[in-house]
């Protein structure tokens, strides 16, 4: 079993700051990529930013030169730091893990339960 775990959202004033961060835990051989996504009311849930073991990242126009994902692989934990925060920013953030559990396993998407963040205006 694999649980991923997050924590850091909360409300806050735009052009504030936010550091989410999440852990995986259980069994796990190996972590291909960690990464966040949101999903708004009434919304699609999208990409925010992703990073590979390797350390190559992805992310969404919306939040580049704002938002910063960065990993420790030792820890299996995914941080997304967040500054100049915007009203449009406000949705639920989701932690992604593509990982394999056992070597002979095949990858796997895992998600946490999601952590609410609030930018007010």
């Known amino acids: 079993q694999v649980q991923l775990v997050e924590s850091g959202g909360g409300l806050v004033q735009a052009g504030g700051s936010l550091r989410l961060s999440c852990a995986a835990s259980g069994t796990i051989f190996s972590i291909n990529c960690m990464g966040w996504y949101r999903q708004a009311p009434g919304k699609q849930r999208e990409l925010v930013a992703t990073?590979?073991?390797?350390?190559?990242?992805n992310a969404a126009d919306s939040v580049k030169g704002r938002f910063t994902i960065s990993r420790d692989n030792a820890k299996n934990t995914v941080f997304l730091e967040m500054n100049n925060l915007k009203p449009e920013d406000t949705a639920v953030y989701y932690c992604?893990?593509?990982?394999?559990?056992?070597?002979?396993?095949?990858?796997?998407?895992?998600w946490g339960q999601g952590t609410q963040v609030t930018v007010s205006s």
């Open positions: 992604n893990a593509v990982l394999k559990s056992r070597s002979y396993s095949s990858l796997k998407d895992y």
């Open positions: 990073r590979t073991g390797g350390g190559s990242t």
